[in-house]
């Protein structure tokens, strides 16, 4: 089986300031991590995806997010914020070599300031 | 390239009530999932079709129903609806059913009154 765990139900930034949301997951093989983000009244929309080779990998929007197997983690990052980063992000995992079914975490909703 | 549309935007019913919900999508993808998504939760699969057939479902009862239909498009159909099915209603499609990367539309309000 397989779950995530976002923690910090919402994010609070002033513009330019780094922003950072936590990801953990549990899978008991290989995973496939993702993070999405969902403006208001929208579906959701891609910003970046880790399944095999570089560890580090960059998204849209200057996000970018690190798999770290020995934490079980999947952190999301951006130097700068903006205030159209204001959404919510939702982290998911997928079992390598399973159903390709994610599963999500209940999302964490980012507030930026002026 | 429309990407993933559903329809319709909005929807109230009343208990007791059927809905049907409809999805296109993707141009060149064949398998689509649906996904309902409660206020301040994430998704959660209902079930997956590929090929005019379930082929995966997740923990919701039976109440819940889907078609799929030669032009990949879908339909998800929920009966005896209840106030807890209030919630939005994604569609993603993706270009088989072993892809990791889904598309997702922008989705169905439900309101259940």
């Known amino acids: 089986a397989q779950s995530v765990t976002q923690l910090g139900s919402h994010v609070s930034v002033s513009e330019g300031a780094l922003v950072l949301l936590r990801c953990n997951y549990s899978s008991s093989v290989p995973p496939y991590l993702f993070w999405y983000v969902q403006y208001p009244n929208q579906g959701l929309q891609l910003l970046l995806k880790?399944?095999?080779?570089?560890?580090l990998v960059k998204g849209i929007n200057g996000f970018e997010a690190e798999f770290k197997k020995s934490e079980t983690s999947f952190h999301l990052t951006k130097p700068s914020a903006h205030m159209s980063d204001a959404a919510e992000y939702f982290c998911a995992v997928i079992a390598s070599g399973g159903s390709y079914i994610p599963t999500f975490g209940r999302g964490t909703s980012l507030i930026v300031h002026p | 390239d429309a990407g993933v549309t559903q329809s319709p935007t909005h929807l109230i019913k009343t208990r007791g009530q059927q809905v049907t919900l409809r999805c296109s999508p993707k141009?060149?993808?064949?398998?689509v999932s649906w996904y309902q998504q409660a206020l301040g939760q994430g998704p959660q699969f209902i079930f997956q079709?590929?090929?005019?057939?379930?082929?995966q479902r997740g923990n919701f009862p039976d109440r819940f129903s889907g078609h799929q239909f030669p032009n990949y498009s879908s339909e998800l159909n929920v009966n005896a609806l209840l106030l807890g099915d209030s919630a939005l209603y994604l569609c993603a499609s993706s270009p088989g059913r072993q892809v990791a990367e889904q598309f997702f539309g922008p989705g169905t309000r439900l309101t259940v009154l």
């Open positions: 141009s060149g993808h064949d398998t």
């Open positions: 880790y399944t095999t080779g570089a560890t």
């Open positions: 079709y590929y090929e005019e057939e379930e082929r």
